[in-house]
């Protein structure tokens, strides 16, 4: 007669072989073929980003090698130590084309090749920039002294003109200067205070001196012979007073002009002259 649990035994012993041969086997790995052996092992640095990316060790010193546990290892020793990994890695990389880049996380701390290039072109165009906008400031400031100095001589060459031509008739002199040779004066006053009107457009003064160039006791009025002719000298007298009192302001201002011209951060008058000079 046969035991109570032999029976029991012998069932369990059936559904456990029949278990066996019902449970899903896990598939063992591929070896890869000879090409993809050989586009690995021609795409080392590929390779290794693709077991890195796999999780099948981590970045090495050296971008050929790949560190697993603590060893760095080279390809070759990597495929003889753990060929299972090689195989997937090199499947996964040749699945995944020849133009493909596996990025690491090493890859994402490596530095922008067009970095470099585009700060060095940025720095050389500030730079053009900054010497360009340094080099016309500078060019401005000569310019703007120059105009004021060649004002400046062109106001004392008309004074003195002016002053001299009027003490002729009042004296009666005979090396007086000639009306050619205010006329001459004046246009190159004219042309200098014309000069500082454009560099200067907002600025009324320019436009007012040179109106009260051409303007009685001045301009054409000064040079008229018959007008200083027909005066007696008493007569005489009065209209040069009034022609000395006349250039003394015109030249103080278009001196400031000069002065302002030169630095234009400052608006401090020239020292007054007096406006009706000895006549004797």
Not at 65 to 81: K, M, N, P, T, Y
Not at 121 to 141: H, I, K, M, N, Y
Not at 158 to 164: D, G, I, N, P, T
Not at 213 to 225: A, Q, S, V
Request: hydrophobic letters at 40%.
């Amino acid at each position: 007669m046969a035991r109570p649990g032999s029976s029991r035994c012998r069932a369990l012993s059936a559904v456990a072989v029949f278990g066996f041969f019902l449970a899903p086997i896990a598939p063992l790995p591929t070896p890869v073929d000879d090409g993809s052996l050989v586009f690995c092992l021609d795409h080392q640095t590929d390779l290794i980003r693709a077991a890195i990316a796999l999780d099948r060790g981590t970045p090495a010193e050296r971008p050929d090698q790949i560190r697993v546990g603590s060893q760095d290892l080279r390809v070759a020793e990597w495929r003889r130590s753990y060929p299972a990994d090689f195989d997937r890695s090199c499947a996964a990389l040749r699945a995944a084309g020849p133009a493909d880049k596996v990025q690491t996380p090493a890859d994402s701390t490596r530095p922008n090749p067009w970095f470099a290039p585009v700060t060095t072109l940025t720095a050389t165009v500030v730079g053009a920039l900054l010497t360009f906008l340094v080099t016309r400031s500078r060019d401005q400031v000569a310019q703007r002294r120059q105009e004021a100095n060649e004002l400046h001589s062109a106001v004392q060459a008309f004074e003195s003109v002016v002053h001299r031509y009027a003490h002729g008739w009042l004296k009666e002199a005979t090396d007086a200067p000639s009306a050619p040779q205010v006329i001459e004066r004046t246009v190159d006053l004219q042309t200098k205070l014309r000069r500082v009107h454009l560099a200067r457009p907002d600025w009324p003064e320019p436009t007012e001196v040179l109106a009260r160039l051409d303007k009685e006791p001045l301009g054409r009025y000064l040079i008229d012979t018959e007008a200083w002719a027909a005066l007696d000298p008493k007569r005489r007298v009065e209209r040069g007073t009034r022609i000395f009192g006349s250039l003394a302001n015109l030249t103080r201002d278009a001196d400031h002009i000069a002065y302002r011209h030169d630095h234009p951060r400052h608006n401090k008058q020239p020292e007054q002259r007096p406006a009706t000079p000895e006549i004797g």
